[in-house]
DNA sequence: ATTCTGGAACTAGCG
DNA sequence: TACGCTAGTTCCAGA
């Protein structure tokens, strides 16, 4: 028999969109936040199901932002004139005042974990989108129009809290509230409080850049004094969403209703959305596409409750209108190209979240980057023009593939823009991925919503070897301060330049379960400055060599320079630096893409087993290079590099095989929890534990950890750190309590067991929930990046190490004592945390801190 | 006329 | 308070 878990995670179609029954799923301080019927959609299943469902829904519910934020929370949207929801209250009660002030009002969005971008879609979409509204032709324009609705555009990405800003805090409160994104992008509605307050924030501003001089005259109706009808970047008129102003807003949101269905009927009826759009302020048509998905629900839940998989799929498709709240995708099928108008067998509401950890590879099937992207792809603001697709490094496009699969039937490949630091793989709040159209691409693509976080679709055919070339998928990057004020938000933007491309294919079994594979490519560096001064290994000849050192090492990437500097760090599992050594740099051999070194000796000789270093490059005070491992093999041991290659694979490599290496990994670990490093453990928890810290009293040991001592976690690469953070929750200490639900996926027939698990509730939500979690947990438990609070806080589970205080509170702890809202989320931390950057991040922490102490007491 | 790009100007925050 | 630096964002201009 089948866990619940796994049931759970069986995409199968227990799931009927009822009103009514949600909140079962909710935890129960959230159920009244359930309520919002448009947005609610609750999973009927059978009795037996009732806990995994509900950890399933809760799973993608909450644990649904990408930040894995729980949904609930990220679902808030504040808009001054809505209703409140005392649950929100409670949420909120525990969260640091600050927060609370912020949100005046709550609203459960179907979107509503896209409290964490909202910026995102819209105004990638919309803009990016040219795609959207300019392609007619394209399937997908209605879709992105669609997405649109997410709440990023919308009014509600209240940005409550700035960051540093104390003053944002109080601005909280509606008619302040504070910065907003100011501009969030141009595209993005913004309420006039938003945009009153916009002027301010450092980057964020929006005003920041040159708008002055540029526009004489004009620039300062684009960017200035915005007047809240207008949008920042364009003209009121231009940007039709812009030209809403939050008044009209609302009204819709409460009516969507009636529009959304009628937009509903309207894309049915038409092949594109671009024309019912062209009438409708943007943010007008977002905000009833976006009910239109829910409503889309509303209007089946009858037939749905068969609950067969089937069945669901089919009215799924059917309706053509999917919606998907959190995992959900919320998906308005246009009949156009061949392969979108068929039914998508793998389409279905219950996809693991998107900061869920996958396998890259599961029985017969493994997904694979034959091609990666270059290491460098200056993504473009939506100020900007699109900067094209990214590119391979060799010229062309990256291709991804699914190996194994035989059948007939079409794929999806869903792409998304993830993070490249050291944390488990997620999806990254300051870019996404922009669909690109046009001549030169020749893969169809459409894009869909999911948590906030845009997903490039594209097929996978059997014709073409379920192979496909990936020139349809650009970045966008949205600002910082757009993304940073949102509630919730967790990690912080400055330096927060590198990507991954995401691939994730998702598998439909016989047994009507569905197997997820996930893939990630190489680190892809989206800045133009760190692009251009960052020094970036793209390779390294070898990455292991005895203790004793003397070997040469090739390393290749860019923007090295004569006086490049290599240096090997070892680091404690405080993050401190145990161990420091130049290494001697052939500068007869420099080059600007390599630099060949001598490896230096390790300080001790005689290891008796394989020791993980890290080096980076280093071209000047902040212009170091991404930490890469290495490896010291005791001399005494033949060399034989059996390797560390799956442990400690390059980075760049790690995220290539990311997915592979976890697998692998994850196999061996269920064997052997015990033999886990202790860190990794930790890791294991943290990964799990208080995502939030309550007070930023860490603060001070943030700093402590100097900059210098990077996290141990830092160095882990996704591969490394997955498979430990998969670790049953029987290994290791994690606590039941710890571990969010953990649902299994299918095992398919045959040999490969279980192979993926998604964790379905978010820790946070569901304090209580461990339940079925270790038992029915099978033997490995991929975690959602973020689990427990609201945001992506998963950077926090890598600082812990570092920082003691944070660590200190176990998972447990936060969780139980109080839930996740009580913490007060914390940016995090740049990316890799680069030692580099961690200079700048802690000082951001500080101020954060600080302000947010400020905002606390007053 | 657009879309891509590469470069660089501007700005805010910080020391 | 002015200055310099850094990094993010916005513009410009050429292909």
Known sequence: MKSADEETYSYTPNISLSLSM??????????????????????????????????????????????????????????????????????????????????????????????????????????????????????????????????????????????????????????????????????????????????GSRSNSPCAGKRKYSFSGNASHKYHPYSPNQSPGLSPQTSPRLSMTEDTWLPNTNQYTNSAIVAAINALSTDGMTDIGEGIPLKTRKTSMEHSTSVSMKIEPGGEETGSAELCHEDYNSSRLAFKKEGYTSFLDVPHHPYWSKPKPYISPTLPALDWQLPSSSGPYSLQIEVQPKSH???????????????????????????????????????????????????????????????????????????????????????????????????????????????????????????????????????????????????????????????????????????????????????????????????????????????????????????????????????????????????????????????????NVPTIKTEPHDDYELPRLCALQHSSGLTKPYYALQAVPAMMPSEHRACVTAAYGPQRLTAKPSSPSCSSSSPSTSPNLQDLSPTQFSPQCLSPGSNTGLQPSAIPHVSAIQPTPGRYQQPVLYPSGSASSSPGSHPSTPSSAPELIFTPSHSLTQSPVTGEATEMPKVPLRSGPSPLLQEEGTPATLAISIKQEPQELDQMYLDDVNEIIKNDLSSISVHTHA
Request: proline fraction near 8%; hydrophobic fraction near 30%.
């Open 377 to 635: 792809h200056r993504a473009h603001y939506e100020t900007e023009g699109s900067r094209g697709a990214v590119k391979a490094l060799a010229g062309g496009h990256p291709i991804v593939q699914l190996h194994g699969y035989m059948e007939s039937e079409p794929l999806t490949l869903q792409l998304f823009i993830g993070t490249a630091d050291d944390r488990l793989l997620r999806p990254h709040a300051f870019y996404q991925v922009h669909r690109i159209t046009g001549k030169t691409v020749s893969t169809p693509s459409h894009e869909i919503m999911q948590a906030n976080t845009k997903v490039l679709e594209i097929p996978l055919l059997p014709e073409s070897n379920m192979r496909a070339i990936i020139d349809c998928a650009g970045i966008l990057k949205l600002r910082n301060s757009d993304i940073e004020l949102r509630k919730g938000e967790t990690d912080i933007g400055r330096k927060n330049t590198r990507v991954r491309m995401v691939f994730r294919v998702h598998i439909n079994q016989p047994n009507g379960r569905t197997v997820s594979l996930q893939v990630a490519s190489n680190p892809i560096e989206c800045s133009q400055r760190s692009a251009q001064e960052l020094p970036l290994v793209d390779r390294q000849s070898v990455d292991s060599c005895p203790a004793t050192g003397g070997e040469h090492m090739l390393i290749s990437g860019h923007n090295f320079q004569p006086d490049s500097k290599v240096v090997f760090v070892e680091k404690g599992q405080d993050g401190h630096h145990i161990w420091e050594m130049e290494a001697k740099v052939e500068k007869d051999s420099f080059k600007p893409t390599a630099l060949l070194v001598e490896i230096p000796t390790y300080r001790n000789q005689r290891i008796s087993s394989p020791v993980l270093v890290n080096f980076y490059i280093c071209n000047g005070k902040r212009k170091r290079s991404q930490s890469q491992r290495f490896t010291y093999l005791p001399c």
């Open 22 to 199: 949600r909140s079962p799923c909710l935890p129960t301080q959230y159920h009244n936040l359930q309520t919002s019927p448009s947005i609610s959609v609750s999973v009927s299943q059978p009795s037996s199901f009732s806990p995994s469902e509900d950890m399933g829904s809760m799973g993608y519910y909450q644990s649904s932002g990408p930040n894995g934020a729980p949904a609930l929370e990220s679902p808030r949207i504040e808009i001054t004139a809505y209703g409140q929801f005392p649950e929100d209250e409670v949420e909120e009660n525990n969260a640091p005042v600050a927060k609370r002030v912020n949100s005046v009002v709550t609203l459960t969005l179907p979107s509503g974990e896209g409290y964490r971008d909202p910026s995102c879609l819209s105004p990638a979409s919309s803009i990016s989108s040219r795609s959207c509204h300019s392609e007619a032709s394209s399937y997908e324009s209605g879709y992105s129009c669609n997405y649109d609705n997410s709440p990023q555009n919308s009014p509600w990405q209240s940005p409550c809290v700035s960051p540093k800003g104390s003053s944002s805090l109080l601005s909280g409160t509606l008619g302040t509230s504070p910065r907003q994104s100011p501009t969030g992008s141009p595209r993005t509605s913004v309420t006039e409080e938003s945009w009153m307050a916009l002027r």
